[in-house]
């Protein structure tokens, strides 16, 4: 008792003053847990929100890759088909320009012959 502070004998708690603020704080705890699983819950449901949001990008990512690749295939078949067509024209216009070089390059050899 001589490390009590001179203040009285009401200023010391007693068990049963512990036991009330043991009840108290468990009561308090009980409530906060109670909020705790609460906001789990909602965290829960926001997670399958989150799921069925992450869900549907993928849907429309494939969805968007599949017409991306349907699109580059039939630019690539006209690209191709055009390529061709191109050079097959090219083809006979060098054909063409060279029978007529050596037509007029005959001709040429054929005049200077004759004078």
């Known amino acids: 008792m001589a490390l009590l502070p001179p203040v009285g004998w009401a200023d010391v708690a ?33 997670d ?11 849907d429309a990512e494939r969805h968007f890759d599949a017409r991306l690749d349907d699109k580059l295939s039939g630019l690539r078949h006209a690209l191709l088909d055009s ?17 007529s070089m050596f037509l007029a390059f005959s001709a040429l050899v054929t005049l200077v012959v004759r004078l």
């Open 48 to 58: 399958q929100r989150f799921a069925s949001i992450d869900q549907r990008f993928t």
């Open 14 to 46: 007693t068990k049963h003053d512990l036991a009330a603020l043991e009840e108290r704080m468990d009561l308090r705890f009980a409530g906060v847990n109670q909020r705790f699983d609460s906001l789990d819950e909602r965290f829960a449901s926001i």
């Open 83 to 99: 390529f061709h067509r191109d050079q097959v024209t090219l083809t006979w216009r060098f054909i063409g320009a060279t029978g």
